[in-house]
């Protein structure tokens, strides 16, 4: 169990965190701050990729974690790479 002194100190650093969350979106539209947490959660998605790429782990806990199927991964990475090289090229 959680002691006193660490509960109230989370506490006051959420109070904290809350209060400059608040302040930096006061006076944005809905818009602009719907635009930034789908900027964020895109970014967030696309270093997830690349970690899963580099140390071959998909997932955060072990119990949900799934082997990536290499051959598999290689025949995809294969497949892209032939529609990459089919499209025509950009004229600068």
Partial sequence: MIDAF???NLHGRLRRDRE???????GLSEYDADHVL???IRHAGHADILREGLDGRTGLRAEHE?????????AYC?????????AAPIKA
């Fill in 20 to 26: 400059a969350l608040l302040w930096k979106l006061d």
């Fill in 38 to 40: 789908g900027e964020s």
């Fill in 66 to 74: 799934k082997q990536i199927d290499e051959e598999a991964s290689a």
């Fill in 78 to 86: 294969a497949k892209i790479e032939r529609a990459a090289r089919s």
């Fill in 6 to 8: 660490a509960k109230d």
